[in-house]
């Protein structure tokens, strides 16, 4: 082992607490949807993880089918955590889920008892853990009984291999139905994931939003920076090396229309006033009213971590600047 954290990793990060629970989250979290599979440099990707960790990113979030292949990203980040992190195990949140497809068959799919509960045993397996901190269910089924995945989650607790539950792409009915029977379950139920951003307002639409605010659950945004659309990577056109070119999987070249091309350029202008960088902004913009407890960020190098960071430090928005930012991205 040949990684130690630096002393100061605690300094500059601030902590929110989820919802009404004892949690706390750091205002940035990492995910590893991207970056950590096995197309991606695994030297990259301890660089990735010690960076975070080194400026108090305590949040690493995985699920069951992260990488390329499958599993892929859980077995690096558990290979990074024997051979560099063990002994920080109690300083870090570790978060997977399951709920979309995995394997072969009818039983690696959706939100039944046997897939929740067989691919939380597979996680910690390729992961090296007794136990992760959230585990979450990955989005609504609509066939299998919301009762029944709930008591999966429940069981997941109660058997020591999870402890807390989260829910991730429920809109705000069904995350109410949802919190009422792990109320009566008596699961500490403390967190919902959802994409959130300038460009991707649904969960102020689906009622998920203020529903989290009533419940008094955190919300962890996931895709802030609209898979880079809100940088400043497409301002001059698609670089060769961009995720447009080398993946193709998230981000369309046809969602770069002039349209949006010109709502990202008004937008850039707007952090540039403020003496930031356009994503700096949007991870501003999302944390703007305490109601969203932490900011999933992704990163494919060590220095996009710590220009996020910045974000830490920058000013609050005008009811002005609020007032454009929505006046852009919502028009049309």
């Known amino acids: 082992m040949n990684y130690t954290a630096d002393a100061k990793r605690y300094d500059t990060m601030a902590y929110h607490r989820c919802g009404n629970s004892g949690l706390k989250l750091p205002e940035l979290s990492l995910g590893l949807w991207h970056n950590f599979g096995d197309t991606a440099v695994y030297e990259n990707m301890k660089q990735l993880v010690f960076t975070a960790f080194d400026n108090g990113i305590t949040h690493f979030d995985l699920a069951n089918n992260y990488g390329p ?66 585990y979450y269910h990955h989005r609504m089924d609509p066939e299998t009984p919301l009762e029944e995945t709930m008591g999966a989650l429940d069981q997941a607790v109660k058997s020591g291999k999870a402890l807390y539950v989260g829910l991730s792409n429920y809109d705000g009915p069904t995350m109410e139905k949802a919190c009422r029977i792990l109320e009566e379950l008596k699961c500490p139920f403390v967190i919902n994931q959802n994409s959130y951003n300038i460009f991707n307002r649904t969960i102020e639409t689906n009622g998920l939003k203020d529903m989290a605010a009533r419940e008094r659950k955190g919300i962890i945004s996931f895709s802030p920076l609209a898979q880079g659309m809100l940088t400043d990577r497409y301002l001059n056109g ?5 995720r447009i070119r080398t993946d193709g999987r998230f981000l369309k070249e046809g969602s770069l229309t ?8 008004a937008l850039n202008d707007i952090a540039a006033q403020r003496g930031e960088k356009l994503s700096q902004m949007a991870l501003k913009w999302i944390l703007r009213d305490g109601v969203v407890t932490s900011v999933l960020i ?35």
Do not use: H
């Open 69 to 134: 292949a499958y599993g892929s990203a859980e077995k690096n980040f558990g290979k990074i955590l024997r051979e560099e992190l063990g002994g920080y195990r109690d300083e870090l949140l570790i978060s997977t889920k399951a709920g979309y497809d995995m394997w072969e068959g009818p039983y690696g799919n959706w939100g039944s008892r046997k897939y929740l509960i067989a691919s939380l045993d597979q996680s910690l397996k390729r992961m090296g853990l007794d136990y992760v901190d959230i």
């Open 298 to 332: 992704g990163a494919s190098k060590p220095q996009q971590i710590l220009d996020n960071l910045k974000v830490l430090q920058s000013a609050p928005f005008t009811e002005e600047e609020l007032k454009r930012i929505d006046e852009i991205s919502l028009q049309g």
């Open 258 to 265: 002039e349209e949006k091309l010109s709502q990202i350029s």
């Open 238 to 242: 698609i670089p060769e090396d961009s």
